[in-house]
Nanobody, 124 residues
């Protein structure tokens, strides 16, 4: 069982930055690949970024590539999403998610564990 708690969201101006954090409560954090998804009002939840259990590989949605960076600290059982050059289109509830290391992909249905979500609002 994994419990995930996001923090670090809030309000940013266009062009600004935010860093999201995800704290995991589990004895075996490195059994999981970690990802970030987001859901804007009236839209489906969409993939943002994923990182492997050891942090050696990562993958991004096109909208996040070159602006967002996913990382993790296994010793602290934390995952992060550094978001730079934000724009109003990034406004959404952001979710941290965990999946077993056998899956490294973008499908939300394959992620067994989710945080409660945190609001990110970008003003123009």
């Amino acid at each position: 069982q994994v419990q995930l708690v996001e923090s670090g969201g809030g309000l940013a101006q266009a062009g600004g930055s935010l860093r999201l954090s995800c704290a995991a409560s589990t004895r075996t954090f490195d059994d999981f690949n970690m990802a970030w998804f987001r859901q804007a009002p009236g839209k489906e939840r969409e993939f943002v970024a994923v990182i492997t259990w050891n942090g050696e590989d990562s993958n991004y949605a096109e909208s996040a590539r070159n602006r967002f960076t996913i990382s993790r600290d296994n010793a602290k059982k934390m995952a992060y999403l550094q978001m730079n050059n934000l724009n109003p289109g990034d406004t959404a509830v952001y979710y941290c998610a965990a999946t077993w290391v056998s899956y490294y992909g973008t499908e939300a249905a394959k992620y067994a564990y989710w945080g409660q979500g945190i609001q990110v609002t970008v003003s123009s």
